[in-house]
């Protein structure tokens, strides 16, 4: 089941367009990163799926209902934090909590304890917000979602402005909600370290558009695989993979060759195979792991190119 | 949604303002402190002149207070407290955090109302008990009033600052910010309002004026008829007009405005 589903979503601005028809299927049971460049639309389309603005066309559902015709029934089992998460500086952690858990209705105050427990914060809860740091208040952010004991977690940007530990800490937490408790955390990122490594699945964004999505391994390897291969004489080695229909590119490179395997072929075994055979001594054969980052920026870089 | 929701939901926004000491402060210096100091200024003249100056307290004593409880510096608490009220979601930056919990976006304006009715009343109530002390342990032996008339005073005191109080949720609502809302009602109420009031020249359009409704109804002691003449039904439809179109133009802006 999808927990998050847009059809030809789009949201504009006078001439601008902000979010240009999205197509998006979040799976339940991940951590899913939207990730996309600052202005990408990520936000937009984030404050649409809650209700915060409305959408110019297309539509959408979340936890199966379709908002915003059924937004305030499937709310209930979400939580978010849009952009940075909004306190009343006067009022305590608890005291926040307290606010929303009544708007959330009288299941949810029981919660409050708990969800401050969950992230930490059940020794400061009794302070004063003004007194709490950045990441106090993104915590605090994230207890106030599980007031509503959520199916969906949607966190935009949530590690911004955070520093390293925090950040690690942030991550540990969003890992735990999916594996441990079966949450499926919907995050929004320009940080593309951070979605590699905190998420299942991924869709990449640019300029309103989702320019594709998929797992992160899919999306890091655009479904190539390459593989390096160390041997003693890379000139032999590349005449005898000449005509192979396993690679579908060859070249000499620093390491000794780089080959492109055909889609869908597991190519490594045959080529050691047939190099051996020819007399070439192999040293190394290696697969090529590509980043999300590279993947990303030859996006970019693309998108770049076609404007 | 069900009476439990309804009242922890207001609970949360008497939280909300009693909370904010600094708001509470003022407000309360605005309404006992500048009721305490009439009352010693009033019982300061008598004393040294019994003649020149009637007693602070008493019947005539009373109906003066009530024109700082109900006209003057009193309802700049109500509109301080409202004004909060109105905007401290959106001041705050909770008010999306709010929305996303699904909750109809009216039924977050409505809340406010009672909310800042609570803490209006209980403020407005420590001046109005100052007053009434004031009234009996002042009176120098002239007349003081019954209880009846206490009574009455009280309601009109209610009514007037809860009021003001209502019109401030709603503007505060509508305009999303408390300095804007808090200037206007401010100027509207010690310079506007009573500038109108006196301006013969608009006739029976100054029954539309709150000042002019409520000094209609105003409980004692008159000095005086009231500026202009206003039924009861007219009274009446001038503080539903004020109290109504205020909520519902509070109302709409926070169910249609971007989160």
């Keep these: 089941m999808n ?19 999205v197509d998006l299927a979040v799976p339940s049971g991940c951590a899913f990163g939207f990730l996309g460049p600052n202005g990408a639309g990520k936000t937009t389309l984030i404050r649409m799926l809650l209700g915060l603005t409305h959408a110019s066309h297309g ?51 029981p919660r409050i304890g708990p969800a401050l427990e969950r992230v930490g914060l059940a020794d400061r809860a009794d302070e004063r917000v003004k007194a709490y740091s950045l990441g106090m208040r993104q915590r605090l952010g994230v207890a106030r979602c599980l007031l509503a004991d959520p199916k969906l977690l949607i966190l935009d940007e949530p590690t911004n402005g955070l520093d390293p530990g925090g950040i690690l800490e942030f991550r540990l937490m969003i890992r735990d909600l999916v594996e441990q408790e079966g949450r499926t955390v919907f995050l929004s990122s320009h940080l593309l370290d951070e979605v590699e490594k905190t998420c299942d699945h991924a869709a ?27 041997c003693d004489d890379p000139s032999l080695a590349l005449a005898v993979l000449d ?5 579908r590119d060859a070249r000499r490179s620093d390491e000794g060759l780089r080959l492109t395997l055909a889609p869908g072929r597991d190519g490594a075994a045959a080529v050691n195979s047939l190099l051996v055979e020819a007399g070439v001594s192999v040293h190394r054969l290696e697969p090529v792991r590509r980043s999300l980052e590279e993947r990303f920026l030859e996006i970019t870089t693309r998108l770049g190119v076609e404007a | 949604m069900t009476a439990t929701v309804a009242r922890q939901m ?21 309404a006992a402190g500048s009721m305490a100091i009439f009352i010693s200024v009033k019982a300061i003249q008598h004393a040294s002149n019994p003649v020149g100056y009637a007693p602070a307290g008493g019947t005539r004593g009373l109906a003066s207070m009530l024109e700082m409880l109900g006209f003057f510096m009193v309802p700049l608490s109500a509109i301080l407290i409202g004004a909060e009220a109105g905007a401290g979601d959106r001041a705050g930056g909770v008010f999306r955090d709010l929305v996303v919990t699904g909750r109809s976006r009216v039924a977050l304006f409505l809340v406010r109302l009672p909310g800042a009715l609570m803490l209006t009343f209980v403020v407005v109530g420590i001046a109005f008990g100052l007053a009434v002390a004031g009234t009996y342990l002042f009176a120098s032996g002239a007349p003081t009033p019954d209880a009846a008339l206490v009574a009455k005073a009280a309601a009109w005191v209610v009514l007037a600052n809860g009021t003001l109080c209502i019109v401030a949720v709603g503007l505060a609502s509508l305009v999303g910010s408390r300095p804007a809302t808090i200037t206007a009602l401010i100027g509207w109420q010690l310079v506007a309002s009573p500038v109108l009031l006196q301006s013969n020249s608009l006739g029976s359009v100054r029954q539309v004026l709150l000042d002019g409704a409520f000094s209609q109804i105003k409980p004692g002691v008159r000095e005086g008829e009231p500026v202009i003449g206003m039924t009861i039904a007219a009274v009446v439809v001038s503080i539903l007009a004020w109290t109504l179109i205020a909520s519902l133009l509070g109302a709409w802006r926070t169910a249609t405005q971007d989160a």
């Design chain 1, 59 to 109: 539509s959408m559902s979340l936890l199966g209902l379709p908002v915003p015709q059924r937004r305030a029934e499937a709310l209930r089992r979400v939580g978010a934090i849009v952009e940075q998460p909004g306190f009343h500086d006067h009022l305590s952690g608890r005291e926040n909590l307290r606010v929303v858990a009544a708007a959330r209705g009288p299941e949810a105050r």
């Design chain 2, 10 to 30: 207001i609970g949360a926004e008497f939280l909300k303002l009693r909370k904010k000491r600094g708001m509470v402060a003022w407000a309360l210096v605005l």
């Design chain 1, 3 to 21: 927990v998050i589903e847009t059809e030809g979503l789009t949201k504009s601005f006078g001439e601008r367009v902000a979010v240009d028809r």
């Design chain 1, 243 to 247: 005509g192979f229909g396993g690679i």
């Design chain 1, 204 to 230: 990449i964004v640019d300029h309103g558009r989702i320019v594709t999505q998929g797992t992160i391994a899919e999306l890091a390897s655009d479904g190539r695989s390459e593989l390096i291969v160390g």
